[in-house]
């Protein structure tokens, strides 16, 4: 029967899924529940050394939904990092790992471009227990108008000198966290792994606009009439999360194969999950998933994965991860490999742009989709 436990950088996780970090995993109580109900690990909703610097706003949410329909495809938020003390999360680090030493706890971490405030933040989280650290060079909004979040996880030599800072200090595994709202993002993953982590997370949310409420004309989410751009999430991106994770892995096979990679972006079922793994990712996290649908997803997710391995007999996560890997190629290639043979579509499928018509362009772009 196939197994869902896997070893990720030395440490035993009974299954690949985790909370990622955001409101699902905002204090102990909740980390607690994730972990009755099955969730392999966690990771804290970011912590800071000075949380009073911290002040969320509400609303902080907007979503898009399908036409006439409750199903959200698309979330906003505006929210902000952890704004609970610094010493409460020790208390509450302790806590989690004495009463679930068989889970994975992993502490998210920010602090400003500061040696001596990362050096703090990573000894005093370590010495509670935790299992690793992730480093939040993501986060889209709001700290970044502090230089902090993706405003370091931009620059590819920031990444660098912070992640040598934390690895010199480090006894546990440190993942730093992706931010996708950059153009190459193998760049700033490569700078975090030539500076000694041991894996990488990624994506976190889009920088993105939710809509304008067009009886008001305020945009959304709206805070006393003003709104400001936020972080997009759920279903509708997956499909950019994919392709990220795809050049993160490829780029850690060439130069990195020891090192490890944790998928997110959309992900809120078992095939979901597959789909990351096949593309090189070891674990998967959730934030908005469960915020949609609760911590029991987890069971659903699980027997969905067990279904997938169990239908191409795979018998570990390590069977698959990355198995999707060989069919990226380039355009030209797809040309070559085309050239020569007889293409499977209908026949009358549009072959070239001269054969494109006004009145059947539904019908027309329908015959060239391949799913």
Known sequence: MPTLATTVNGLKFPNPFIIASGPPSANGKVISKAFDEGWGAAVCKTVSLDASKI????????RLRANQSREVYGWENIELISDRSFDLWLDEFKAVKDKHADRILIA????????????????RCQDTGIDALELNFSCPHGLPERKMGSA?????EIVDEICRWVNRAAK????????????????PGRAALDAGCEGLSGINTILCVMGINLDTLRPEPTV???????GYSSTAIRPIALRMVMELAQMMRQEFPDRTLSGIGGIESGTDAAQFILFGADT???CTGVMKHGYPIIQRM???LYSFMAKHNFETIDDFKGHSLRFVTTHADLVRRQTGTQTPTDSKAVTQDTDWKGDEVVEQSDRLASN
């Open 284 to 286: 998967v996290q959730v």
């Open 152 to 156: 370091m996880g931009q620059d590819p």
């Open 172 to 187: 546990v595994p440190v993942w730093a966290k992706m931010t996708p709202n950059i153009t190459h993002i193998a760049e």
């Open 55 to 62: 002040v969320n706003v509400t609303p902080r949410y907007a």
């Open 108 to 123: 998210s971490i920010m602090e400003e471009y500061t040696k001596d405030a990362w050096l703090e933040i990573v000894e």
């Open 224 to 230: 006393k009439g003003y709104s400001v751009p936020g």
């Open 302 to 304: 699980c027997d969905e």
